[in-house]
Nanobody, 115 residues
Framework: QVQLVESGGGLVQPGGSLRLSCAASGSIFSINAMGWYRQAPGKQRELVARITSGGSTNYADSVKGRFAISRDNAKNTVYLQMNNLKPEDTAVYYC?????????WGQGTRVTVSS
């Protein structure tokens, strides 16, 4: 079992920044990759960014150059630094990992980008 707890969402103006955090606990020795997904109203959940235990990353095209994912293995925490936020980034952001064959999700943290 793995537990994921997100924090750091909120309301921000266009062009602003936020940093999301996801703390993992439980059977964390089994964790390899961790990622951030988001789901906007009326849309499907989509991958935002992903990072492996070795530090390899990949991003959705819509956030490349604006978002950065990182992890602190000593703290079992993954971060998502979001810069130059746009209204279309408004969504609930979820932390994710998988220990085959189970997917684990956090409870989600809401990000609203609005003036």
């Amino acid at each position: 079992q793995v537990q994921l707890v997100e924090s750091g969402g909120g309301l921000v103006q266009p062009g602003g920044s936020l940093r999301l955090s996801c703390a993992a606990s439980g059977s964390i020795f089994s964790i390899n990759a961790m990622g951030w997904y988001r789901q906007a109203p009326g849309k499907q959940r989509e991958l935002v960014a992903r990072i492996t235990s070795g530090g390899s990353t990949n991003y959705a095209d819509s956030v490349k150059g604006r978002f950065a994912i990182s992890r602190d293995n000593a703290k079992n925490t993954v971060y998502l630094q979001m810069n130059n936020l746009k209204p279309e980034d408004t969504a609930v952001y979820y932390c994710h990992t998988a220990v085959w064959p189970v997917d684990y999700w956090g409870q989600g943290t809401r990000v609203t980008v609005s003036s």
